[in-house]
């Protein structure tokens, strides 16, 4: 059983264009998380939700938007993607106090 | 500002050697919890051990011991009896309380090579 999924794990794309990337969690967590990490492996929280309410927004441009349709789920839609939009997307869930689990990432890469 | 710092990029071990990484925190937080995670080649985040700051006594998973030093903000990971599967970039990440959203913080990461 996967504790958290993403969708798709690989994507590749033109400048300019818009993504999402889906992410579901069967753990039962109230907070879910996405997370950015660069090509020097540096790891950075971009979104917190809990109970489908944005609760960090760490200064993410606004072609960023994560959704929540419920807690289960937290997707994130990029728009006109850039070449520094270029990482690998980590979603996480967790409940309060609790040990984050990581998905298995995303690699993006902006053509 | 809070912030976690890895001051190795790379460590080397021997096989069935011990190795310790290094890692420091600066928070005016007193209540938090400290983690390591591991990030092998397939690029899954693995937690390795977690310890809570109001817990003197330091963490301990099989292999892998913490020194928790909390005046000093210093949380150091132990890996004794190294194996090859140990090979991976190491994260150290600090979690403030759950009022701040409870993201994690994370270090620059330190690159774990085991010889055989």
């Known amino acids: 059983d996967t504790a958290v999924s993403q969708t798709p794990k690989y994507l590749v794309t033109q400048m300019g264009n818009d993504k999402s990337i889906k992410c579901e969690q069967n753990l039962g967590h109230d907070t879910m998380y996405w997370y950015k990490q660069d090509s020097k492996k540096f790891l950075k929280i971009m979104f917190s939700?809990?109970?489908?309410?944005?609760?960090i927004n760490e200064t993410v441009p606004n072609r960023f938007s994560p959704k929540s349709p419920d807690k289960a789920h937290l997707n994130l839609h990029i728009n006109s993607l850039e070449l520094g939009d270029s990482a690998v997307y980590f979603c996480?869930?967790?409940?309060?106090?609790?040990?984050?689990?990581f998905g298995p990432g995303t690699r993006l890469t902006v053509l | 500002a809070q912030t976690v710092t890895q001051s190795q990029p790379e460590m080397s071990v021997q096989e069935a050697e011990t190795v310790t990484l290094s890692c420091t925190y600066d928070?005016?937080?007193?209540?938090?919890?400290l983690f390591w995670y591991k990030q092998p080649p397939s690029r899954q985040m693995i937690l390795v051990i977690r310890?809570?700051?109001?817990?003197?006594q330091n963490a301990t998973e099989n292999r892998f011991s913490v020194n928790f030093q909390k005046a000093a903000k210093s949380f150091s990971l132990k890996i004794s009896d190294s194996q090859l599967g140990d090979a991976a970039m190491y994260f150290c990440?600090?979690?403030?309380?759950?009022?701040?959203?409870?993201?994690?913080?994370f270090g620059q990461g330190t690159e774990l090579s085991v010889k055989p």
């Open positions: 990440a600090y979690r403030p309380p759950y009022n701040q959203g409870g993201k994690l913080i």
């Open positions: 928070t005016s937080e007193s209540d938090y919890y």
């Open positions: 996480a869930s967790s409940q309060v106090e609790g040990e984050q689990f």
């Open positions: 939700y809990n109970n489908k309410e944005l609760i």
């Open positions: 310890q809570e700051a109001y817990k003197q």
